[in-house]
């Protein structure tokens, strides 16, 4: 069973920019996955950053982006904020009205 | 706008069933699927599964297949997991949210309900 990879932790300098990526265990990521990226603080129910690879959702900010990188589906955050740490998921199409979440990274702004 | 409204919080003891609707307004309901996404305390999101709006077409997560139900009533503009033979791993907050692609289903999702907290306790 192909499992969806994400970086456990990550952390980034207030400013600063961060890409967190979306891979596969078994092979390589591409548009037809239709990657989305998802925000999430405890207690509340997922935000939506991201659909369809690079698709901001509505009133996400510009500092928010999708990409396909190396592979992998790729969110990249610019001028990282106090408030975007939180946690982040991915999830992937995987054909045949299935879909996979990633594992989920911690984001740490310090 | 968008709106995903699901009902309340259910205490459930082994073995029994809960059902979880999901009440959709501000867009045409037939047009876009709606998924069913769990959340187990300290842990992450699982896709369960999604039912087509409009045709009421489902697919479901292998892990569930045999005790997951996606039904939908147009009429009513609400989506309904049931989930069988429930078990204390089964304690989670369930969100319905939807998916963005009209008239079928993979880009992910773009509205989210509010989650409903599924205790299964003895």
Redesign the interface.
């Known amino acids: 069973q192909t499992v969806v990879t994400q970086e456990p932790s990550f952390s980034v300098s207030p400013g600063g920019t961060v890409t967190l990526t979306c891979g596969l265990s078994s092979g390589s990521v591409s548009t037809s996955y239709?990657?989305?990226w998802?925000q999430?603080t405890p207690g509340q129910?997922?935000?939506?950053l991201i659909?369809?690879t690079n698709?901001r959702?509505?009133g996400v900010p510009d500092r928010f982006s999708g990409s396909i990188l190396d592979n992998k589906a790729a969110l990249t955050i610019t001028g990282a904020q106090a408030d975007d740490e939180c946690?982040y998921?991915c999830?992937l199409?995987m054909g045949?009205?299935?879909?996979?979440?990633?594992?989920?990274t911690k984001l740490t702004v310090l | 706008q968008v709106q995903l409204v699901q009902s309340g919080a259910e205490v459930k003891k082994p073995g029994a069933s809960v059902k979880v609707s999901c009440k959709a307004s501000g867009y045409t309901f037939p047009s876009y699927a709606i998924?069913w996404?769990r959340q187990a305390p300290g842990q992450?999101?699982?896709?369960m599964g999604?039912i087509n709006g409009g045709n009421g077409n489902t697919?479901y997560?292998q892990k569930f297949h045999g005790r997951v139900t996606i039904t939908r009533d147009t009429s009513a503009i609400t989506a309904y997991m049931e989930l069988r033979s429930l078990r204390s791993e089964d304690t989670a907050v369930y969100?319905c949210?939807r998916d963005?692609?009209t008239l079928s289903?993979?880009?992910?999702?773009?509205?989210?309900?509010?989650?409903t907290l599924v205790t299964v306790s003895s």
């Open positions: 239709y990657p989305s998802y999430q129910a997922p935000r939506t659909y369809n698709t959702s509505s946690d998921y999830v199409y045949s009205g299935i879909s996979v979440f990633g594992g989920g | 998924h996404v992450g999101l699982e896709w999604w697919k997560s969100f949210a963005p692609r289903s993979g880009w992910g999702f773009d509205y989210w309900g509010q989650g």
